[in-house]
């Protein structure tokens, strides 16, 4: 069983920076994927970022490259995402995701667990 809970999300201003945090409560939090996904108001849940196993290989949605990373450290068991430049229309719920594969994928279906989300709210 793994567990995830996301922390950092907040209130801020467009153009200010925010680091999410996820940690999982599990011995092989190294032989997991990683991704984040968000979801607005009304909207389906979209791919935000992923991280392969050893954190060596990444990706990104379209609507976040070059402004967020995400990045893990595997001997605290925890994933990250900065995200800086922020917009309005980054306003989301913004879950993490975990999937026993070396690579992730940036379809929700393919992972195995999720955490509870933390919301992250982007004035203009």
């Known amino acids: 069983q793994v567990q995830l809970v996301e922390s950092g999300g907040g209130l801020v201003q467009a153009g200010d920076s925010l680091r999410l945090s996820c940690a999982a409560s599990?011995?092989?939090?190294?032989?997991?994927?990683m991704g984040w996904f968000r979801q607005a108001p009304g909207k389906e849940r979209e791919f935000v970022a992923g991280?392969?196993?050893?954190?060596?290989?990444?990706d990104y949605g379209d609507s976040v490259e070059d402004r967020f990373t995400i990045f893990r450290d595997n001997d605290k068991h925890t994933l990250y995402l900065q995200m800086n430049m922020l917009k309005p229309e980054d306003t989301a719920v913004y879950y993490c995701?975990?999937?026993?594969?070396?690579?992730?994928?940036?379809?929700?279906?393919?992972?195995?667990?999720w955490g509870q989300g933390t919301q992250v709210t982007v004035s203009s």
């Open positions: 991280i392969s196993r050893t954190g060596v290989s990444t």
């Open positions: 995701a975990a999937d026993v594969r070396i690579y992730a994928q940036p379809a929700e279906s393919e992972y195995d667990y």
């Open positions: 599990t011995l092989i939090f190294d032989k997991l994927a």
